[in-house]
């Protein structure tokens, strides 16, 4: 009985990761899919005619690549920057829309984020350190003048965090890649780090 309780929690180890990425994966395509409902009518010999889901996704994909294609090219495309620029200066939007584009930005722009792992100390006695990710060395536009950096530091099983700001004496930069760390922290720590 313990063999197949231990072949069991092996067979669990294997499967439940691969079941819940693809879940969510399916779970993200879906909703995706549905922001633009299109469904591709197929006739299928013997089943007769379905509704094809995933076209609203291509839609969408197609969609965007053409919006980062004209914007790439069209840098001061009037329309984007007049879009743009009306969204930074109404009041409720301008907190969402520019969140929302930085957080796009320290992912996939030209100056991404998340790339400088390191452990910091939050406190000495006992001495309990976190990692995290510095993202802003200069933090005189909130008036802090003093030798300190702000350091993002994401939560477990989750895709939030909390921003601490620490002396820079207490960060200690970490030789590994920002993915690497991402994907430990996300983790719990379970993940092997390479």
């Not at 379905?50 to 291509?58: A, H, V």
């Not at 030209?110 to 993202?135: Q, Y």
Request: positive net charge; charged residues 15%.
């Amino acid at each position: 009985m313990r063999k197949v309780f231990n072949y069991f929690l092996q067979g669990l180890l294997i499967t439940v990761p691969i079941t819940v990425t693809f879940v969510v994966l399916i779970q993200a395509v879906l909703w995706i899919d549905n922001l633009i409902p299109l469904s591709l009518p197929v006739d299928l010999p013997g089943v007769g005619a379905i509704e094809l889901p995933g076209f609203g996704l291509i839609v969408l994909f197609i969609g965007i690549t053409v919006m980062g294609y004209f914007g790439s090219v069209l840098v001061a495309a009037p329309l984007f920057s007049f879009v743009g620029k009306m969204m930074e200066q109404t009041p409720l939007l301008k907190v969402i829309y520019t969140s929302v584009k930085d957080l796009i930005k320290a992912f996939v722009g030209e100056k991404k984020r998340f790339t400088k792992p390191v452990l910091i100390t939050v406190t000495h006695d006992p001495k309990i350190e976190r990692i995290g990710f510095v993202t802003g060395y200069d933090l005189s536009q909130l008036g802090i003048k003093e030798k300190k950096v702000a350091v993002y530091c994401p939560f477990s099983y989750a895709f939030n965090g909390q921003l601490v700001i620490v002396d820079a004496d207490n960060v200690t930069k970490l030789d590994a890649s920002g993915t690497d760390m991402m994907k430990f922290i996300i983790s719990g720590g379970v993940t092997d780090v390479n």
